[in-house]
């Protein structure tokens, strides 16, 4: 099972980045998935997530408003649009599947996924 994230780069503030997020081993269709991310000496922390069922989203404050989570189920992937990008959004992003069905209340607790990727940097100039 592995979640490949990808997309991350060097931006300007203000600018935007799509990242992805490919699942193989496993299919995640009927799995809620999320994003996270950490910033150098931070705790990691939710950003958005998506349930399977039905494709509802729920953001962190932060981004609520600029980015947007996605799914396509059929090529097992998921996407985060990072718009307007600020320097606080600078961090290593990982995407992550839930590997029982959860409460949708409970979608941003990172102790409710299983199965992560390694990570991709996205970092934002001033």
């Known amino acids: 099972v592995q979640l490949q994230a990808s997309g991350g780069g060097l931006v300007q503030a203000g600018g935007s980045l799509r990242l992805s997020c490919a699942a193989s081993?496993?299919?995640?269709?009927?799995?809620?998935m999320g994003w996270f991310r950490q910033a150098p000496g931070k705790e990691r922390e939710f950003v958005a997530g998506?349930?399977?069922?039905?494709?509802?989203?729920h953001y962190a404050d932060s981004v609520k408003g600029r980015f947007t989570i996605s799914r396509d189920s059929a090529k097992n992937t998921i996407y985060l649009q990072m718009n307007n990008l600020e320097p606080e959004d600078t961090a290593v992003y990982y995407c992550?599947?839930?590997?029982?069905?959860?409460?949708?209340?409970?979608?941003?607790?990172?102790?409710?996924?299983?199965?992560w990727g390694q990570g991709t940097l996205v970092t934002v100039s001033s």
């Open positions: 992550a599947a839930r590997g029982v069905s959860g409460s949708f209340h409970l979608i941003s607790l990172e102790n409710e996924y299983t199965y």
């Open positions: 081993g496993r299919t995640f269709s009927r799995s809620d």
């Open positions: 998506i349930t399977w069922s039905d494709g509802s989203t």
